[in-house]
């Protein structure tokens, strides 16, 4: 089991990790980044060299269909306006 008391950490905050495995727990820290100038900057070089992003179109398009699936489970509307 992976715990992650904050996971979405927007700008450059420091994160703990919580692994669980066969009951002994550790812990594993990360050194906080700007997550979403990494994403630009990966996108830009995609561009650039006209190479695929690490995710796919259709990964994408699948990640959306989670998350709607979420949001209409709760009973919340999608999309979000």
Same mark, same amino acid.
Do not use: D, K, Q, V
């Given at each position: 089991m992976i715990?992650?008391?904050v996971? $979405?950490?927007p700008g450059n905050y420091d994160m703990t990790a919580f692994i669980t495995k066969d009951g002994q727990m550790t812990e594993q820290? $990360?050194?906080g980044v700007d997550q979403y100038q990494l994403e630009v900057e990966h996108f830009a070089r995609c561009i650039r060299s006209k190479q695929d992003p690490h995710l796919? @179109?259709?990964?994408t398009l699948e990640? @959306?269909?989670t998350i709607e699936a979420i949001y209409e489970a709760?009973?919340?509307d999608w999309?979000? @306006?």
């Open positions: 715990t992650l008391p996971p $979405f950490t820290n $990360f050194s796919a @179109l259709s990964e990640n @959306l269909a709760a009973g919340l999309p979000i @306006l």
